[in-house]
């Protein structure tokens, strides 16, 4: 091995462990549903984005096998040499019925699908304004773009409407992009969509919604936009397929124009083989099932609001969340380590979260509450959870 590299890899891993910021990461044998067998423990699960239970779901099972019966394990190609299959195009017709626009193209995961759509957008003689928090893929799809980026601070209106006026204005910038995810997935608080709009109007600003966390969870399952009523007035509505949807994947909705245009220039649309008829066919499936009935949405909102009652009557800290997703916040990274590995031992599964996923000094343990979890479930973890705050002295 090349000297360098080796001092350069057992220095950051160092530095990484000293600092209590080295993510062990655990092996899951079997299925990623409410229990899960960690390293030979059972545990119950609350840390994964499975929000509805779909990923274990066994309706999706039996057509995800049946479209490998019909059309094998993968598509064969990229989209455009002769990887588009009839159920591709499927999916995407069912996903632009399911966000209420005239079109949508898959991507095969959502991190991609961001490096793809911002690229494709915007170039370098481009600005795009940024939430301070957003995901980690907008982040990079921003880079990508070689836009000049203008970081925005957290769901500031003000700033937003200061920084895009001082963009326009400048008279630097071909077009002016605003990218905010739907929900943010770090505290579970939801983007100001409707003045968001506003102020895109007023200064013709470009409208990005990254709703990962969205989708399956807001707007009766149809996600933030459309819990908003702003199908027509949000340009690119991103989406997960891998989270509420269960599967894996990534999709942009909008206008006809918009989707055309992104199949001819979004870069893993053309340069990477497609998803697989397996995956293809259970996504449909899923996105059928939530357009079809609100139940497994209505049960994940009532897990939710259970937890998130129990624990803020504990005592815990858990931020200010307006969706399931439920935050502990412990603050110190060590501390915040420790409470999720004796959260672990006592038989709840949820990981710590610590800088640079998040800020340092706000690490936290996350709930992940779904639609499969039982109340049983939820109180033998929340009383877990009693045990160890009260052991660390998270908890008085
Ligand atoms: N955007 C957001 C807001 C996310 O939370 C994630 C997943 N953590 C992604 C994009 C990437 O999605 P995927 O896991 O499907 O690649």
């Known amino acids: 091995m090349s000297k360098i590299l080796d001092e350069f890899l057992k220095s950051n891993l160092n530095d990484l462990k000293d600092n209590g910021l080295y993510n062990e990461i655990n092996v899951v044998s079997g299925a990623n549903g409410a229990v899960i067998n960690v390293e030979g423990q059972e545990l119950i699960n609350l840390s994964s984005n499975n929000y509805l239970g779909l990923a274990t779901n066994e309706k999706l099972k039996e057509v995800a096998k049946s479209a490998v019966d019909s059309h094998g394990v993968g598509a064969g190609a990229v989209r455009t040499i002769n990887g588009t299959l009839d159920l591709h195009v499927e999916l995407e017709e069912t996903l632009a019925r399911f966000k209420g626009t005239e079109a949508a193209v898959a991507f095969q995961s959502g991190f991609n699908c961001n490096m793809a759509a911002i690229q494709a957008v915007m170039n370098k003689e481009d600005a795009i304004l940024s939430d301070e928090l957003n995901h980690a893929s907008i982040i990079d799809g921003c880079?990508?773009?070689?836009a000049k980026i203008i970081r925005v601070n957290h769901s500031?209106?003000?700033?937003?409407?200061?920084k895009a006026k001082e963009a326009v204005e400048s008279g630097l910038y071909k077009k002016v992009m605003y990218i905010t995810d739907g929900v943010f997935s770090m505290d579970g608080d939801v983007a100001k969509l409707p003045e968001i709009v506003e102020i895109a109007k007023e200064f013709d600003l470009i409208t990005y919604v990254d709703d990962a966390h969205g989708s399956g969870v807001m707007g009766k399952g149809a996600g933030t936009v459309k819990h908003f009523g702003l199908e027509k007035d949000i340009d690119l509505q991103m989406g997960t397929l891998s989270k509420a949807i269960g599967v894996v994947g990534g999709y942009v909705a909008g206008t006809q124009d918009l989707i055309d245009y992104l199949k001819v220039a979004?870069?893993?649309?053309l340069f990477s083989t497609a998803l697989t008829p397996g995956d293809t066919r259970a996504i449909t499936e899923a996105v059928n099932m939530l357009m079809a009935s609100t139940e497994l949405h209505d049960r994940l909102w009532e897990n939710g609001n259970?937890?998130?009652?129990g624990l803020k009557s504990l005592g815990f800290n858990i931020g200010s969340s307006e969706t399931p997703i439920t935050p502990c916040i412990i603050g110190d990274e060590k501390t915040t380590q420790t409470f999720s590995r004796r959260l672990m031992e006592e038989g709840v599964y949820a990981k710590s979260i610590v800088f640079p996923t998040v800020a340092r000094g706000t690490g936290r343990v996350r709930n992940m509450p779904t639609a499969s979890h039982t109340k049983e479930m939820l109180d033998e973890a929340l009383s877990i959870y009693e045990k160890v705050g009260r052991e660390l002295n998270v908890i008085s």
């Not at 880079?143 to 070689?146: T, V």
């Not at 979004?266 to 649309?269: E, I, K, N, Q, V």
């Not at 259970?306 to 009652?309: A, G, N, R």
């Open 143 to 146: 880079r990508l773009s070689r």
């Open 156 to 162: 500031d209106m003000d700033d937003l409407r200061k």
């Open 266 to 269: 979004a870069r893993p649309f």
């Open 306 to 309: 259970y937890l998130k009652d």
